[in-house]
C-alpha cells in the first residue's frame, strides 16, 4: 500500500487506475453480473457518467484552514465512474440490466495536514459505500472500491457477493504493482482491475534479476523468491525467468528440486575447438565425438546446474532453521509466561527436541557448504582451464622471433631519424649569396640602430623657419670703483 505523504503519488495512483477502467469497460474480457446472466459491458448498452468529489474536497480545505490552490491542484479529487447498462426492447425503449460502479478514496485529512497516510478503515469503507446509490430492484450491480494508500484488516471483510451487489477492493502495493481482492466465486474479475500492464510486470521481474546478479553466479535466483518480492504470479515469473535466460549469454533456467532457477553457467567463453567446430579436423571431431570423457563445456554446465541445486537446498535449510528458531524464541516466551509446573516441564521438552532439530539442521548446512565449497573449486579449474585454451597465448619460440623483428624494425627507424636529422642541418647551415649577404647585413644594421623619437603632429605641420645664427658675444668688463685709476 502507498503510506507516502506526498498529494501528487495519490493523484497518480488515481489517474492510472481511472485511466484503465475507462479501456476496460471497452474489454469483453470483463464480465459483470446482469440480470442476463454474466455478460461483458461491451456488449451492452453503456450509459457512462463521470463525476469526482472535488467540491467536497475544498470544503475540507476550507474547514482545515488550508486554503491553498497549488496544494489542491496536487490532491487527488476522488473520481468516480457510474456506467448503467441496458439492452433494447422488442417494442422501443431500453431496459436496465446491470450497473458498474467505480470510484476512488484517499486520505485527504491526512495529505492536507501534512501528515503520514494511513490505510482506509472499515468504518471509512462502509461510509463510502453507503454514499453510493442503492441499485435499482432486481438488477445486480458491481462496485469496485479503489484507496491510494490501501485497507486495513478488518475492512476487507466487506469483500463479498450477495444477489445485487458485488464489491471488489483493489489497492497499490509497496512492491510496485496492485492487489485486488473480490468474491471467491469471481477471482479473475478482480485482476482485470490491476491497471498494471504486462510489460510492466515483466520490467519488474527484471528489475528484481537484475537486483539478485550476485546470487546468480553462486545459489541461482528462485522463482518463488522473485514472486515473493514483486507479488506477482508464479507462473509468470517462471515464463520470463526463461525467456531472460534465452535472451542473455551464460544464463540457464531450470527446473532443480521442483522450482524454477535462473543461474549461471559457468563464467568462461566457450572452447568451440572441443565442440567440432568448421576449423577443426576431421578427425579430431571423431576423437572428440567418441571419446569417453565429456569435453570441459559439459563439464562446467553440470557442475553449475549441481552448484546452483545445491545452493537451493542450502536456502531451503535456511528458511527451515529461521523457522525453528522463531519456534524456540515462542517457546522461550511460553516458558516465562506459563505459571504452572507440568505446563514449564511440557515446554522444557518441547525446547529440547527443537534444539535436536537446529543441531540436526546445522549439521545438515555444514555438509552442504562443504559440498558447494567443494564443486565450486573443480568448476573454478575448469573454468581457468578453458579461459587459458581461449586465449591462445603465443609460445616462446614466437615470442622470441617477434621480439627480434621487432628489434630490427626499431634500428631501422633510428638510423632513417639521425640521416634525416643531418640532412636537415646541412639545409639550415647553408652559405647565402652575395646579394642576400648585403641584404642581410642591411637588416640587422636597422635593427641594432635606435629608432628616432617620432615629432609630435603640431611640429610636424608647421613649417621649418631658419634661424639666424648669433654672433658670439665677448664676455662684458668690469667698472672700475671708486678710487681706483681707470686703465688707459
Known sequence: MSLSSDPSVHQRLEEQFMRHVEQLIGDERLRIDTTLG?????????????????????????????????????????????????????????APVGRLWVTCRSPWRALVGGQAAGPLTAAELSKALGEIPPPLRGVPSTVVLMSTSGFAADALDAVGRSSDRTVILIWPHDAGGWTAAGPPQTPFVGDLFDPEMDEQKRA??????????????????????????????????????????????????????????????????????????????????????????????????????RRADLGQQRDRGYEEMARLENKEANLRKQFAEASGELTRRRIASQLVQFRKDIARRQQLLSVLNQQINI??????????????????????????????????????????????????????????????????????QNQAAPPASAPSPVAAQAPKTPQPQKEPQAPPTPKPQRGEAEPS
Open 38 to 94: 454474466r455478460r461483458p459491458p461491451a456488449l451492452l448498452l453503456r450509459h457512462v457518467n463521470r463525476n469526482d468529489r472535488g467540491v467536497d474536497l475544498k470544503r475540507l480545505m476550507s474547514e482545515m484552514n488550508r486554503p491553498d490552490r497549488e496544494l489542491q491542484a496536487k490532491m487527488p479529487v476522488g473520481r468516480t465512474l457510474d456506467v448503467g447498462l441496458s439492452k433494447k426492447r422488442w417494442w422501443g425503449g431500453k
Open 204 to 305: 519488474r521481474i527484471r528489475a528484481a534479476i537484475d537486483a539478485s546478479r550476485l546470487d546468480l553466479a553462486s545459489d541461482g535466483v528462485a522463482a518463488e523468491k522473485v514472486a515473493a518480492a514483486t507479488r506477482l504470479p508464479l507462473q509468470l515469473v517462471e515464463t520470463e525467468l526463461k525467456s531472460y535466460a534465452s535472451q542473455t549469454a551464460g544464463l540457464v533456467a531450470k527446473r532443480l528440486g521442483g522450482r524454477v532457477v535462473l543461474f549461471q553457467e559457468g563464467s568462461a567463453p566457450p572452447d568451440l575447438s572441443a565442440r567440432g567446430s568448421v576449423t577443426m579436423p576431421f578427425i579430431e571431431r571423431l576423437k572428440t565425438l567418441f571419446a569417453r570423457k565429456g569435453n570441459v563445456d559439459k563439464k562446467i554446465a553440470l557442475l553449475s546446474e
Open 375 to 444: 564443486v565450486g573449486t573443480h568448476l573454478h579449474t575448469l573454468e581457468l582451464q578453458q579461459q587459458g585454451k581461449a586465449a591462445k597465448l603465443p609460445d616462446s619460440e614466437e615470442m622470441a622471433a617477434d621480439a627480434a623483428a621487432a628489434e630490427d624494425v626499431l634500428a631501422q627507424l633510428e638510423a632513417d631519424s639521425e640521416l634525416a636529422d643531418t640532412i636537415g642541418t646541412g639545409v639550415a647551415g647553408a652559405s647565402l649569396s652575395a646579394e642576400e649577404q648585403a641584404v642581410y647585413d642591411e637588416l640587422m
